[in-house]
């Protein structure tokens, strides 16, 4: 009688077993094949444009070496503009599937909820109103992030935090303060009009090391946060009282996550601009190439890296004209918010 209990036992052990080990191989290379995707749309980026430039003497520029037209072009030029591409993306894509995961909802992303229209109105305002240069123009849309994110919070969390009514409360405030930043606009001067648009579509036009260096900086010491409260962030999904259950300290680890991610955007914003839809659109797609899993905010980190550096090279070489990467990013992300809406509406699904 207790032989084939046992057998029975041992077979379903060692089908989680292999189970698991499928997943873990298919997260594995999921992440090392978008890694790999990010550093050949890196090196295109490098090598493509009104000059090409091989790869050798890409590499010879990376390492210092003095290379006739290559050295300015691609070492002043295209390096800046790519590693921007990378960082912002990988910031991005990071935030948004935090808040994704952390809200329990895909629609929950950081440009969604209010808090990319919060660095935007911030920055309208200083370029606007008191004519600030850019460096300063970068810390108001930071400060702008940051209290907007804390406004949202402090409004949802009467009477204990609720994910669907921060969601209300963002998306209420974001559409005031769009409307603020419209305001300001009216008011603009047609300088002043032509950079705060540029600043608002999301451009890397403008890409330059004193901007980058404090978005590689922040992800150097975020990033690893971010993904070390992975798995805390993931037992989140199930609830705060089962996450409570196994252990998981929700009140710390979701302010820990929400000030952590709301930082990475802000400095990102504050870079390149509220590139539209990459925070919104990494998440989703993340989560169908690896599944529900810890690996998803790497993946996601990875997807917003290549979707902003191969938008880049699309908006300037696949029309007749070149467009900012917002534009780009805005053209793919429209229809798949309208796509994730109807399946949302269809079947009640969820990151």
Do not use: C, K
């Not at 290379?29 to 978008?34: D, Q, R, S």
């Not at 003497?57 to 006739?68: D, I, K, N, Y």
């Not at 938008?311 to 793919?332: I, K, M, N, Q, S």
């Amino acid at each position: 009688m207790t032989a084939p209990v046992l057998t029975a036992d041992a077979t379903t052990v060692r089908a989680i077993a292999a189970g698991r080990r499928a997943r873990r191989r298919r997260r594995t290379l999921v992440v090392a094949g978008l890694g790999v995707a990010v550093l050949a749309a890196f090196a295109a980026a490098l090598m493509i444009g009104d000059a090409f430039y091989s790869p050798d003497e890409v590499l010879r520029v990376l390492a210092g070496q003095a290379v006739p037209g290559a050295s300015f072009t691609v070492g002043d030029l295209r390096l800046p503009r790519a590693s921007l591409a990378v960082l912002s993306g990988l910031a991005f894509g990071l935030a948004g599937v935090t808040f994704q995961t952390m809200l329990r909802n895909p629609l929950a992303s950081p440009d969604v909820i209010g808090i990319s229209a919060g660095a935007g109105a911030a920055a309208v305002a200083g370029i606007v109103l008191f004519s600030l240069q850019p460096a300063a123009v970068s810390l108001l849309a930071v400060a702008g992030a940051l209290i907007t994110a804390a406004a949202i919070y402090l409004l949802a969390h009467r009477g204990g935090f609720a994910g669907t009514r921060l969601i209300l409360i963002g998306i209420g405030v974001g559409a005031m303060l769009t409307s603020v930043t419209t305001w300001v606009l009216s008011r603009a001067a047609a300088w002043d009009l032509q950079a705060a648009t540029r600043w608002l579509t999301g451009s890397l036009n403008a890409a330059a090391w004193p901007s980058i260096v404090p978005l590689a900086v922040a992800s150097v010491v975020l990033v690893p946060l971010l993904l070390a409260q992975s798995r805390a962030l993931g037992t989140l999904r199930l609830g705060d009282d089962t996450a409570t259950g196994l252990g998981v300290r929700t009140g710390r680890t979701r302010i820990l996550a929400l000030i952590a991610a709301v930082t990475l955007l802000a400095v990102a914003t504050s870079a390149a601009g509220p590139i539209a839809f990459v925070a919104f659109m990494s998440g989703p797609i993340a989560v169908r190439l690896v599944g529900p899993s810890t690996a998803l905010p790497a993946a996601s980190g990875l997807v917003g890296a290549l979707l902003v550096t191969v938008a880049d090279l699309v908006g300037r070489f696949a029309f007749e004209g070149r467009y900012p990467v917002g534009v780009v990013t805005g053209v793919l992300g429209a229809p798949f918010l309208v796509f994730l809406l109807i399946r949302l509406n269809r079947s009640g699904a969820s990151l």
